[in-house]
Nanobody
Framework: AVQLVESGGTSVQAGGSLTLSCATS????????MGWFRQAPGKERERVAG???????????VYADSVKGRFTVSQDNVNNSVYLQMNSLQAEDTGMYYC??????????????????????????WGQGTQVTVSS
Protein backbone atom coordinates (compact mmCIF):
# COMPACT_ATOMS: atom_id res chain seq x y z
CA ALA A 1 0.00 0.00 0.00
CA VAL A 2 1.06 3.57 -0.60
CA GLN A 3 1.23 5.88 2.38
CA LEU A 4 0.86 9.62 1.85
CA VAL A 5 1.43 12.44 4.31
CA GLU A 6 0.65 16.02 3.37
CA SER A 7 2.08 19.06 5.11
CA GLY A 8 2.54 22.77 4.61
CA GLY A 9 -1.02 24.01 4.87
CA THR A 10 -1.57 27.24 6.78
CA SER A 11 -3.35 30.59 6.62
CA VAL A 12 -2.07 33.08 4.07
CA GLN A 13 -3.13 36.44 2.69
CA ALA A 14 -4.58 36.74 -0.78
CA GLY A 15 -1.83 37.22 -3.33
CA GLY A 16 0.59 35.20 -1.26
CA SER A 17 2.33 31.92 -1.96
CA LEU A 18 2.51 28.56 -0.29
CA THR A 19 4.10 25.19 -0.98
CA LEU A 20 2.46 21.95 0.06
CA SER A 21 4.37 18.71 0.43
CA CYS A 22 3.27 15.12 0.03
CA ALA A 23 5.66 12.52 1.37
CA THR A 24 5.18 9.05 -0.08
CA SER A 25 6.23 5.62 1.11
CA UNK A 26 5.38 1.98 0.54
CA UNK A 27 5.92 1.79 -3.19
CA UNK A 28 8.52 2.59 -5.84
CA UNK A 29 8.36 6.38 -6.02
CA UNK A 30 9.15 6.44 -9.74
CA UNK A 31 6.03 4.45 -10.57
CA UNK A 32 3.34 6.57 -8.98
CA UNK A 33 0.40 8.31 -10.59
CA MET A 34 -0.09 11.29 -8.30
CA GLY A 35 -2.78 13.88 -7.92
CA TRP A 36 -3.45 16.96 -5.83
CA PHE A 37 -7.06 17.65 -4.93
CA ARG A 38 -8.89 20.14 -2.76
CA GLN A 39 -12.23 20.36 -1.06
CA ALA A 40 -13.91 23.49 0.21
CA PRO A 41 -16.66 23.31 2.84
CA GLY A 42 -19.94 22.24 1.28
CA LYS A 43 -18.33 21.48 -2.05
CA GLU A 44 -17.18 18.36 -3.81
CA ARG A 45 -13.57 17.39 -3.97
CA GLU A 46 -12.00 18.86 -7.11
CA ARG A 47 -8.86 18.06 -9.01
CA VAL A 48 -5.99 20.53 -8.89
CA ALA A 49 -2.94 18.96 -10.53
CA GLY A 50 -1.73 15.56 -11.63
CA UNK A 51 1.60 14.07 -12.53
CA UNK A 52 3.29 10.74 -13.02
CA UNK A 53 6.54 10.45 -11.12
CA UNK A 54 8.11 8.36 -13.86
CA UNK A 55 7.09 10.58 -16.75
CA UNK A 56 10.18 12.82 -16.80
CA UNK A 57 9.97 15.04 -19.87
CA UNK A 58 7.71 12.74 -21.82
CA UNK A 59 4.44 13.64 -20.16
CA UNK A 60 3.97 16.94 -18.42
CA UNK A 61 1.74 17.60 -15.41
CA VAL A 62 -1.92 18.39 -15.91
CA TYR A 63 -3.61 21.31 -14.17
CA ALA A 64 -7.19 22.34 -13.59
CA ASP A 65 -8.07 25.53 -15.45
CA SER A 66 -8.69 27.32 -12.16
CA VAL A 67 -5.05 26.98 -11.11
CA LYS A 68 -3.24 26.93 -14.42
CA GLY A 69 -0.45 29.48 -14.48
CA ARG A 70 -0.53 29.90 -10.69
CA PHE A 71 0.18 26.43 -9.33
CA THR A 72 3.12 24.19 -10.16
CA VAL A 73 3.55 20.57 -9.19
CA SER A 74 7.00 19.04 -8.86
CA GLN A 75 8.71 15.98 -7.47
CA ASP A 76 11.79 15.15 -5.41
CA ASN A 77 13.16 11.71 -6.24
CA VAL A 78 15.57 11.78 -3.31
CA ASN A 79 12.95 12.47 -0.66
CA ASN A 80 10.15 10.58 -2.44
CA SER A 81 7.95 13.62 -2.26
CA VAL A 82 5.65 15.61 -4.47
CA TYR A 83 5.11 19.34 -4.02
CA LEU A 84 2.44 21.83 -4.96
CA GLN A 85 3.75 25.38 -5.31
CA MET A 86 0.84 27.80 -5.14
CA ASN A 87 1.26 31.43 -6.17
CA SER A 88 -1.15 34.35 -6.41
CA LEU A 89 -3.46 32.66 -3.96
CA GLN A 90 -7.09 33.72 -3.92
CA ALA A 91 -9.88 33.25 -1.40
CA GLU A 92 -11.39 30.65 -3.73
CA ASP A 93 -8.29 28.50 -3.18
CA THR A 94 -9.29 27.92 0.43
CA GLY A 95 -9.91 24.30 1.33
CA MET A 96 -8.49 21.04 2.51
CA TYR A 97 -5.79 19.88 0.13
CA TYR A 98 -5.16 16.19 -0.42
CA CYS A 99 -2.61 14.24 -2.34
CA UNK A 100 -3.60 10.94 -3.85
CA UNK A 101 -1.77 8.13 -5.57
CA UNK A 102 -2.37 5.20 -7.79
CA UNK A 103 -0.11 2.45 -9.01
CA UNK A 104 0.15 0.24 -12.08
CA UNK A 105 -0.66 3.12 -14.39
CA UNK A 106 1.62 4.41 -17.09
CA UNK A 107 2.15 8.13 -17.57
CA UNK A 108 -0.22 8.50 -20.52
CA UNK A 109 -3.18 6.81 -18.85
CA UNK A 110 -2.44 8.56 -15.57
CA UNK A 111 -2.39 12.02 -17.05
CA UNK A 112 -5.14 11.52 -19.64
CA UNK A 113 -7.56 10.48 -16.95
CA UNK A 114 -6.68 13.53 -14.87
CA UNK A 115 -8.46 15.63 -17.47
CA UNK A 116 -11.75 14.26 -16.13
CA UNK A 117 -13.52 16.19 -13.38
CA UNK A 118 -14.46 12.88 -11.78
CA UNK A 119 -10.91 11.52 -11.55
CA UNK A 120 -10.85 11.70 -7.73
CA UNK A 121 -13.03 8.59 -7.52
CA UNK A 122 -10.40 6.61 -9.41
CA UNK A 123 -7.52 7.15 -6.98
CA UNK A 124 -6.84 4.35 -4.51
CA UNK A 125 -4.59 5.97 -1.91
CA TRP A 126 -5.14 9.24 -0.07
CA GLY A 127 -3.41 11.34 2.52
CA GLN A 128 -5.12 12.90 5.50
CA GLY A 129 -5.15 16.39 4.01
CA THR A 130 -3.70 19.75 4.96
CA GLN A 131 -5.76 22.91 5.39
CA VAL A 132 -5.13 26.02 3.33
CA THR A 133 -6.97 29.20 4.23
CA VAL A 134 -6.61 32.30 2.08
CA SER A 135 -7.90 35.53 3.56
CA SER A 136 -8.69 38.57 1.46
Amino acid sequence: AVQLVESGGTSVQAGGSLTLSCATSGYDFRLLCMGWFRQAPGKERERVAGLHTGAAGNRYPVYADSVKGRFTVSQDNVNNSVYLQMNSLQAEDTGMYYCAADILLGPKICLDRFLKDTVAAEFSYWGQGTQVTVSS
